[in-house]
């Protein structure tokens, strides 16, 4: 008894028409699963980024307009 196999789960697929009965798109699995990995990177990048340490180069603080025209050595 060779008998062909039928299945008839093919998955599914959202199609979406225009007004005009004019095909859109179609929306498949695969592009589900695409969005949730995107969105799973994303939040990943996120929680890392937001992890990260502030830069830890130190610069000399600034000081007013001012004391820059001070003479250093000054005599009195």
Known sequence: M???QHTTQEGW???IYSCDRRLLCT???SHGWAF???LALGLVVAVIGYN???SST???PTRPYSEHLT???QID
């Open 27 to 29: 929306l498949e699995p």
């Open 36 to 38: 949730m990995a995107g």
């Open 71 to 73: 003479a250093p050595l």
């Open 52 to 54: 990260l340490p502030e």
């Open 2 to 4: 060779n008998r062909l």
């Open 13 to 15: 697929a959202i199609h």
């Open 58 to 60: 130190t610069t000399e």
